[in-house]
């Protein structure tokens, strides 16, 4: 599942689509407007996903938490991929008061489970109220999301954050990103097929 994190310094702005650091995306970020470094520059923050394994159809939560020492304002956006088909969303997420979710054609995702985007791709990020301006060192956002109901084989997470310095501007903001791999919790973890050598009572 492709995932990525978005702080706007002075705004709650919406943020761009497509912005997770996932290369089936073609690798942007939030560095396109946030120009304080380059992506995963700065060693004192970082970015984290926790996942557990995923069983079909089951709903889980997956946690986002970003930490730097200088951010006073957060966000983020996510997005969940078929490993084995980037290009296609995996499961649904789910909106609530701390987290949007729109479809690749921009549109919010009012339509609720299953199947709001009808296929698209989906992206969840922050709302207003989950930016917490002014909170210092660390934030974290919990994400509902609905595993498709069959086995789809690995997923991928794939998440991009920023801290921001509430400065009411873009400048001096810190990006990171990250991904997460699950499997499902009940396949089988062999790769290949086993061969029979000898029958024995």
């Known amino acids: 599942f492709p995932l990525l994190v978005y702080a706007n310094s002075g705004t ?16 942007l970020n939030c560095t396109a407007c946030h120009t304080g470094a380059a992506a995963d520059s700065d060693p004192r923050g970082k970015l984290v996903i926790t996942a557990a394994n995923y069983k079909p159809g089951v709903k889980q939560t997956v946690q986002v938490r970003l930490e730097h020492p200088d951010a006073q304002r957060w966000g983020f956006q996510l997005t969940a991929r078929a490993l084995n088909d980037e290009t296609r969303s995996a499961g649904v997420l789910t909106p609530d008061e701390n987290v949007n979710v729109r479809c ?10 299953p199947g709001p985007c009808d296929g698209r ?10 930016t917490r301006q002014g909170t210092r060192n660390s934030v974290e956002w919990d994400v509902e999301w609905t595993p498709p109901s069959t086995d789809a084989g690995d997923i991928v997470f794939h998440v991009a954050g920023v801290g921001a310095n ?13 991904s997460h791999r699950i499997r499902n919790d009940g396949a089988c973890p062999l790769t290949g097929r086993p061969t029979l050598r000898a029958v024995v009572n």
């Open 12 to 27: 709650t702005n919406t943020p761009p689509l497509k912005r997770t650091g996932a290369a089936v995306d073609g690798g």
């Open 104 to 113: 690749d054609d921009g549109l919010p995702n009012t339509r609720g489970v």
């Open 121 to 130: 791709l989906e992206f969840a990020s922050h709302t207003a109220l989950s």
């Open 166 to 178: 509430s400065n009411s501007a873009t400048s001096g903001d810190i990006v990171y990103t990250t």
